[in-house]
């Protein structure tokens, strides 16, 4: 229950009804190997969660960006609500720290794994909507997801905005090579570096060579800016 205290201080929300979030936060590698009631993990709460957090972030973007069209906002929301932009956000309240997992997955780096952390972020979204509502929802979403929309919109779609100031100004294409890769196969990481015509501008590191081209592609859009 400490831990359970310590988490709900970190997202700023306080649960009436505290097997929400302990749903939430169940893996069901925890849950199997337990042998726990059936459906006592996070699947099911994470596909409403999913859908509270479409919803959330398609109302946002229709009030506070009145001039965009359609096929613009659906661009953005993807962005916003992807699985990197996600765990990201997982990441800022050490979500990974406060999983129920597996032996398994505790020792795969479960913790840590994107699409888990993603998973278990809509998961809570579901807990704190089927708990407050849809207003403690909306402010849940919107201080930890649709925070600083233009800054994460360059992150996340960060190689599509870096080709495009590219293109503009110097009327090339952006190349990536990857320049060195490490670690077991399960596990691997992979640094990836922009070359603008012959020159490196920056590199990034990942656990894809995706992840790594992005973060390279974002460290060469602040240089340039």
């Not at 870096?162 to 490490?182: C, M, N, P």
Request: glycine share 6%; aromatic share 12%; charged share 25%.
């Amino acid at each position: 229950m400490s831990d359970l205290n310590k988490f709900q201080d970190i997202i700023c929300y306080r649960f009436n009804n505290i097997n929400y979030l302990r749903l939430a936060l169940t893996h069901s590698s925890y849950a199997n190997e337990r042998g726990m009631a059936k459906n006592f993990y996070n699947e099911r709460i994470e596909f409403l969660g999913d859908a509270v957090l479409e919803f959330i972030s398609s109302d946002f973007l229709y009030r506070n960006y009145p001039d965009m069209q359609e096929g613009n906002m659906t661009k953005l929301r993807a962005n916003l609500v992807c699985e990197e932009a996600l765990a990201f956000a997982a990441l800022t309240i050490n979500l990974g720290e406060y999983l129920y997992l597996g032996k398994g997955e505790e020792n795969t780096n479960g913790r840590n794994r994107k699409s888990l952390l993603c998973d278990a972020f809509e998961a809570v979204i579901g807990a704190i909507y089927l708990d407050g509502g849809i207003k403690s929802a909306t402010e849940f979403v919107e201080k930890f997801v649709l925070n600083d929309v233009e800054k994460k919109m360059d992150m996340f779609d960060s190689k599509t905005v870096l080709q495009e100031i590219v293109q503009a100004r110097y009327g090339v294409t952006v190349t990536y090579k990857v320049i060195d890769e490490s670690g077991p196969e399960h596990d691997k990481s992979f640094t990836v570096a922009v070359f603008l015509k012959d020159k490196i501008m920056a590199s990034g590191t990942g656990h894809s060579k995706k992840e790594a081209a992005k973060e390279a592609a974002y460290k060469t859009i602040q240089m340039l800016k």
